[in-house]
T-cell receptor, first 115, second 115 residues
Framework: AQSVTQPDIHITVSEGASLELRCNYSYGATPYLFWYVQSPGQGLQLLLK??????LVQGIKGFEAEFKRSQSSFNLRKPSVHWSDAAEYFC?????????????FGKGTKLSVKP | GAVVSQHPSWVICKSGTSVKIECRSL??????MFWYRQFPKQSLMLMATSNEGSKATYEQGVEKDKFLINHASLTLSTLTVTSAHPEDSSFYIC???????????FGDGTRLSIL
């Protein structure tokens, strides 16, 4: 079955510390992978996406993610977290090859940043 | 670029009334639009997918007569919650995508509260 797992429900890091949010997926076809961020009461903003090519992708706001096919993972990283990064982060997988692009979302990881 | 506008952002209404939510792609043509529902502290649940000019495809368990979706143009889709009841209270988010290899871009969501 197709699924996305974000093992960490809630993570707290200190401002300036590094961050890694985990994402594992199960997908039958070639996956297209995404990370979105959601601030309270808001919609989702795309941070970055992986379709093909270089497995290390750069996104907005200083985020990056690395696709590791052998581990079925697409972990999100940031070297130095800012207080404004506190939000909910969603990993998603989709198939853009021939479908309408339906996304399967993980349950999200809430990031808190302490001063 | 790739801005999706969702309106209204918050609506409160009495039980039994119908509520229409609009989703517009402001700077691109959205061949496909998606409607999601998000419960508190949960991930997004896909309700339906709509392509311009055709009937929406509803996910299993979503009542098509309850949640009417219209995608009349390449820039506008509407979701009408008919005869809304308190259990329909939720956060509804739309997204839109253009060509096949484009990611989904999300609106800011609509907080629906049924009294």
């Amino acid at each position: 079955a197709q699924s996305v797992t974000q093992p960490d429900i809630h993570i707290t890091v200190s401002e300036g510390a590094s961050l890694e949010l985990r994402c594992n997926y199960s997908y039958g076809a070639t996956p297209y992978l995404f990370w979105y961020v959601q601030s309270p009461g808001q919609g989702l903003q795309l941070l970055l996406k992986y379709f093909s090519g270089d497995t290390l992708v750069q996104g907005i706001k200083g985020f990056e993610a690395e696709f590791k096919r052998s581990q079925s993972s697409f972990n999100l990283r940031k070297p130095s977290v800012h207080w404004s990064d506190a939000a909910e982060y969603f990993c998603a997988v989709g198939d853009y090859g021939g479908s309408q692009g339906n996304l399967i979302f993980g349950k999200g990881t809430k990031l808190s940043v302490k001063p | 670029g790739a801005v999706v506008s969702q309106h209204p952002s918050w609506v409160i209404c009495k039980s039994g009334t119908s509520v229409k939510i609009e989703c517009r792609s402001l700077d691109f043509q959205a061949t496909t639009m998606f409607w999601y529902r998000q419960f508190p502290k949960q991930s997004l649940m896909l309700m339906a997918t709509s392509n311009e000019g055709s009937k929406a495809t509803y996910e299993q368990g979503v009542e098509k007569d309850k949640f009417l979706i219209n995608h009349a143009s390449l820039t506008l889709s509407t979701l009408t919650v008919t005869s809304a009841h308190p259990e329909d209270s939720s956060f509804y988010i739309c997204s839109a995508k253009g060509t096949s290899n484009q990611p989904q871009h999300f609106g800011d969501g609509t907080r629906l509260s049924i009294l």
